[in-house]
């Protein structure tokens, strides 16, 4: 079993849907979460960082972690086509390595 | 501007030939990180370094050498011994235990 387990989709929405991206994880000690964008042939970059549980927003992305059922979510809302990409989750202990998901690849049609 | 530069961006190697790939970051983070990203596998780690002159092995270092002589630079080299090692090639660093990685822009390695 993966330490961190992401479905790789693809999934494709139309222009404006709400899009729900998920990982889910074994090892509970992790206690810092955070959700990746790349786009095609690019270095990812950083969208969302949470440390613990709770929500955090920020503009049309909100980054859910619930430690008790191991279990991370970024939703998008009103979602575009410069959307599509690949969204990579990771988390880490504090001071080790980032374990990072498979990526699931989002397409965004208009 | 502050970041990871990676450079070459595409690289083409001959079979048995060792190709060595640069990272140089100017953000004075200590850690350095070079991942593998294979479709469908997401990223693997092939070796860290937390501080210079110093690297650990990550998961997948076998084919694999690095060296960290200066705290800005971290580059890796794929040798003959890796079996299959077409692939992208992501350089990062970090800022201290918990914070972000930062990824430079990639290098695709192509053996033919």
């Known amino acids: 079993q993966k330490e961190v387990e992401q479905d790789p989709g693809p999934l494709s929405v139309p222009e404006g849907a709400i899009v729900s991206l998920n990982c889910t994880y074994s090892?509970?000690?992790?206690?810092?979460f955070m959700w990746y964008r790349q786009y095609s042939r690019k270095g990812p970059e950083l969208l969302m960082y949470t440390y613990s549980s709770g929500n955090k927003e920020d503009g049309r992305f909100t980054a859910q972690v619930d430690k008790s059922s191991k279990y991370i979510s970024l939703f998008i809302r009103d979602s575009q086509p410069s959307d599509s990409a690949t969204y990579l989750c990771?988390?880490?202990?504090?001071?080790?390595?980032?374990?990072f998901g498979a990526g699931t690849i989002l397409r965004v049609k208009s | 501007d502050g970041g990871i530069t990676q450079s070459p961006k595409y690289l083409f190697r001959k079979e048995g030939q060792n190709v060595t790939l640069s990272c140089e970051q100017n953000l004075n983070h200590d850690a350095m990180y070079w991942y593998r990203q294979d479709p469908g596998q997401g990223l693997r780690l092939i070796y860290y370094s937390q501080i210079v002159n110093d690297f650990q092995k990550g998961d997948i270092a076998e084919g694999y050498s690095v060296s960290r002589e200066k705290k800005e630079s971290f580059p890796l080299t794929v040798t003959s011994a890796q079996k299959n090692p077409t692939a992208f090639y992501l350089c990062?660093?970090?800022?201290?235990?918990?914070?972000?990685?930062?990824f430079g822009e990639g290098s695709r390695l192509t053996v033919l």
């Open positions: 090892n509970s000690a992790f206690q810092y």
């Open positions: 990771a988390m880490s202990l504090y001071g080790n390595k980032l374990v």
């Open positions: 990062a660093s970090r800022e201290g235990p918990t914070g972000e990685l930062f």
